[in-house]
């Protein structure tokens, strides 16, 4: 079975960091794009960051300079550094892989982890 598992979410004061990680298990992130989502409670899910096959990343404006997708291959794992986080940013974050190029058609993503969890509360 297929498997895409978030970890790294919780409770955050504002100002503080975060780093969440996506694993995959049973298929590869070669040749893939991957992006992070995030939906707040009574929001649409929107795009967060996309790092794809080659080219550099992209970013959402809201959390550009704060936050840093990264993957590392040979682990099959995705990463998202958030700093000085934000209420604004509590929201349950999704991992999500399409082939090669980044979008922010959440339609054209193939596959979804089960999400996580993260809270910006004094």
């Known amino acids: 079975q297929l498997q895409f598992v978030e970890s790294g979410g919780g409770l955050v004061q504002p100002g503080g960091s975060l780093r969440l990680s996506c694993a995959a298990s049973?298929?590869?992130?070669?040749?893939?794009?991957i992006s992070w989502f995030r939906q707040a409670p009574g929001k649409e899910r929107e795009g967060v960051a996309c790092?794809?096959?080659?080219?550099?990343?992209s970013y959402a404006d809201p959390v550009k300079g704060r936050v840093t997708i990264s993957r590392d291959d040979a682990k099959n794992t995705v990463y998202l550094q958030m700093n000085n986080l934000k209420p604004e940013d509590t929201a349950v974050y999704y991992c999500?892989?399409?082939?090669?190029?980044?979008?922010?058609?959440?339609?054209?993503?193939?596959?979804w982890g089960q999400g996580t969890q993260v809270t910006v509360s004094s």
């Open positions: 049973r298929f590869t992130l070669h040749s893939r794009a």
């Open positions: 999500a892989v399409k082939w090669y190029s980044c979008s922010s058609d959440i339609n054209e993503y193939t596959f």
């Open positions: 790092i794809p096959t080659h080219d550099n990343p």
